[in-house]
T-cell receptor
Framework: GAGVSQSPSNKVTEKGKDVELRCDPI?????LYWYRQRLGQGLEFLIY????????KSGLPSDRFSAERTGESVSTLTIQRTQQEDSAVYLC????????????FGSGTRLTVV | SQQGEEDPQALSIQEGENATMNCSYK?????LQWYRQNSGRGLVHLIL?????REKHSGRLRVTLDTSKKSSSLLITASRAADTASYFC???????????FGPGTRLSVLP
C-alpha cells in the first residue's frame, strides 16, 4: 500500500482482556518496528523485525506482550491480560535497510484499558 | 537505553521567528534522524544526517551534527503556525539496529 496502515485506530478494552493490534507495512519494506507512546511522552521501543532474522524483542516490557510477523508483511502485536498502564498509543513503522532512509510511521492505535 | 535527549522540552515562539531544538546522545552513532509528530499520532520523517556529515538542509530546516560533542540541532527558519508539533531526534546504536527516540521537544508557534 501507499503507507503504513494500523488497525484498529482506537481500542477500548476492559482490564484483564487480551488485545491484538495489526500493522500493514509498506510493500517491500524489510524492517518493521513497534513503539509505545504514553501521553505526552516519547517513543518507547518494543520490538523490531528485519527480514527473516530473529526479531529484537529487547524492548517488550513483560511476557504479556508478544508480536509476530509473517514474512515481510503484516505484523500483529498482542497484549495479554491488559493492565491500565498499557494504555498508550502503539505506533508501527516500516523501513528499508534498517531505517537508513527513515522510518514511515502508521497513525497508531490508541489503546485505552478501563 | 535512551539514546537521544531533546532540549528544550517545550518551546514557544512567534510566527516568523526561528526555532532551534537540540539533541544530545550518549554513545557513538552511525546516523541521526529528526521527526515531527502532530496531535500525538504518526511521526513524519524530516531529515537524516550521517555521522560523517556536519550539516544538512531541507527547505526551511537545517540540521547540524557535532559528533565530538555528541549533539545535533534542528533549526526551523521563518516558523509558521503549521510548524506547531513535537519534534523528536532518533539515533541508531549500530548498523541495521533500531533507532532510539528521545522524549521530544514540543514547539508552539503563535500567530
Amino acid at each position: 500500500g501507499a503507507g503504513v496502515s494500523q488497525s484498529p485506530s482506537n481500542k477500548v478494552t476492559e482490564k484483564g482482556k487480551d488485545v491484538e493490534l495489526r500493522c500493514d507495512p509498506i510493500s517491500g519494506h524489510t524492517a518493521l518496528y513497534w513503539y509505545r507512546q504514553r501521553l505526552g511522552q516519547g517513543l518507547e521501543f518494543l520490538i523490531y523485525f528485519q527480514g527473516n532474522s530473529a526479531p529484537d524483542k529487547s524492548g517488550l516490557p513483560s511476557d504479556r506482550f508478544s508480536a509476530e510477523r509473517t514474512g515481510e508483511s503484516v505484523s500483529t502485536l498482542t497484549i495479554q491480560r491488559t493492565q491500565q498502564e498499557d494504555s498508550a498509543v502503539y505506533l508501527c513503522a516500516s523501513s528499508l535497510l534498517g531505517g537508513l532512509y527513515g522510518y514511515t510511521f502508521g497513525s497508531g492505535t490508541r489503546l485505552t484499558v478501563v | 537505553s535512551q539514546q537521544g535527549e531533546e532540549d528544550p522540552q517545550a518551546l514557544s515562539i512567534q510566527e516568523g521567528e526561528n526555532a532551534t531544538m537540540n539533541c544530545s546522545y550518549k554513545t557513538s552513532i552511525n546516523n541521526l534522524q529528526w521527526y515531527r509528530q502532530n496531535s500525538g499520532r504518526g511521526l513524519v520523517h524530516l531529515i537524516l544526517i550521517r555521522s560523517n556529515e556536519r550539516e544538512k538542509h531541507s527547505g526551511r530546516l537545517r540540521v547540524t551534527l557535532d559528533t565530538s560533542k555528541k549533539s545535533s540541532s534542528l533549526l526551523i527558519t521563518a516558523s509558521r503556525a503549521a510548524d506547531t508539533a513535537s519534534y523528536f531526534c532518533a539515533t541508531d546504536e549500530g548498523y541495521g539496529q533500531n533507532f532510539v527516540f528521545g522524549p521530544g521537544t514540543r514547539l508552539s508557534v503563535l500567530p
